[in-house]
Every structure is written in structure tokens, then in C-alpha cells.
């Protein structure tokens, strides 16, 4: 079964630091996501990308987050400059064009650890 | 908000039993979806509902959904120890691009 895969599973980072999370989403899906879940807490939107474009980002999403699709296969989420609180795991996902109307499935990958030291 | 929110927050259960866990959301969806987390691991996808549909089965899990009260039921049935995880129900509304809006989930742990 196609699978989200995400590299690197975990991360520990100085304060500061830039990061790139790498993705690489199921083939034919043509919506990319990125969402973070901070230790115990609930997943949260970061942002979502259709068409080459950020098609919509959460107010988490600021001006130190970036995403790129740089070519086919990969989606990655880059931090410029880390913050203790960017400690969350990272989930990239991926779905497949809505034919009907009503969405589709969305699939995780299995996720990034980052610690922010 | 349109954020889904399950109750209980915790469940504990022997096997055998059956779990049920709910979710309310606040504003018309496209469709909900029902993921599997368990500890310190990624999101699996167990099923979808779309807005025209009140029920779901898959294997062990029954899902039900009612537009009218924005509310939706995740049921296990006769549970088992690896069904321990932690469980989030995610919204989906027109012209969301599909985003999801996740709920806090239950916590469930069943015991053999």
C-alpha cells in the first residue's frame, strides 16, 4: 500500500537553527500538507499546498516557516530560525484530487520529531 | 472554531468489550475522518464518512454521523489490547482544500 514517507524521524536542534523536514507523499496526490502536534497536545493545521501553491496556512504558519515542492516526488518544510516552542512532532500528508465534492482521504506519514535545545 | 472535540477523554476497557467514542464539530462539513495514533507514532486513517452518509462499517469499527446535531460516533467492537491508542476524529468543509481540523482525541486503554 502507497504510503507518506518522512525523513528525518527525529531532529534535535539548536535554538536558532534552520530545519528542513523532507516528505514524500503518495505519487498521485496532487494536495500536500504539513500539520505539528506539540507533546500531548492536539495535530494542528500548519499549512496546505495544491497547484505549486500555498493554498491555505494557519496563523501558526509565519514568516519562519517555508515550504517548497522542490520537484516530483519531495514536499518539504523548512524553519529558518528555531524556537524552543517549534518542539512538535511534524506530520507531512497527502491526498488525492477531489473528484466528487466531498473530499477525500488524507494520509500521514508517519512524522518528525523535533527538539528544539 | 470548527474544530471537532471527542468525548470521553479517556477510556478504559477490558477486552471483548465494545468502545465508543464521540466527536462534535461546529460548522457543515464536506466529510469526518477517524485516525488511529498510537504512542508517539503517525496518523492511520480508519474511515471516512462523507456528509450524505449516516453509517460506516470497516472490519471491527462502526462509524456513524449526524448532520443535524454535528455529531459523530466511532464504535470498536470487541476490542482488543492492540487497539490501544489514542483516537481523533478531523472535519473537512467546502472550500477547505481538504484541510482537516483535528479534535483532542480519546485516550483508550484496553485492558486483557
Known amino acids: 500500500e502507497p504510503e507518506v514517507t518522512q525523513t528525518p524521524s527525529h531532529q534535535v536542534t539548536q535554538m536558532g537553527q534552520e530545519v528542513i523536514l523532507r516528505c514524500v507523499p503518495i505519487s498521485n496526490h496532487l494536495y500536500f500538507y504539513w500539520y505539528r502536534q506539540i507533546l500531548g497536545q492536539k495535530v494542528e493545521f500548519l499549512v496546505s499546498f495544491y497547484n505549486n501553491e500555498i493554498s491555505e496556512k494557519s496563523e501558526i504558519f509565519d514568516d519562519q516557516f517555508s515550504v517548497e515542492r522542490p520537484d516530483g516526488s519531495n514536499f518539504t518544510l523548512k524553519i529558518r530560525s528555531t524556537k524552543l516552542e517549534d518542539s512538535a512532532m511534524y506530520f507531512c500528508?497527502?491526498?488525492?484530487?477531489?473528484?466528487?465534492?466531498?473530499?477525500?482521504?488524507?494520509?500521514f506519514g508517519e512524522g518528525s520529531w523535533l527538539t528544539v535545545v | 472554531s470548527q474544530q471537532g472535540e471527542e468525548d470521553p477523554q479517556a477510556l478504559s476497557i477490558q477486552e471483548g468489550e465494545n468502545a465508543t467514542m464521540n466527536c462534535s464539530y461546529k460548522t457543515s462539513i464536506n466529510n469526518l475522518q477517524w485516525y488511529r495514533q498510537n504512542s508517539g507514532r503517525g496518523l492511520v486513517h480508519l474511515i471516512l464518512?462523507?456528509?450524505?452518509?449516516r453509517e460506516k462499517h470497516s472490519g471491527r469499527l462502526r462509524v456513524t454521523l449526524d448532520t443535524s446535531k454535528k455529531s459523530s460516533s466511532l464504535l470498536i467492537t470487541a476490542s482488543r489490547a492492540a487497539d490501544t491508542a489514542s483516537y481523533f476524529c478531523?472535519?473537512?468543509?467546502?472550500?477547505?482544500?481538504?484541510?482537516?481540523?483535528f479534535g483532542a482525541g480519546t485516550r483508550l486503554a484496553v485492558h486483557p
Open positions: 500528508a497527502s491526498g488525492r484530487q477531489d473528484s466528487g465534492g466531498s473530499g477525500n482521504t488524507i494520509y
Open positions: 464518512i462523507r456528509s450524505n452518509e
Open positions: 478531523a472535519t473537512s468543509y467546502s472550500g477547505g482544500y481538504n484541510k482537516l481540523i
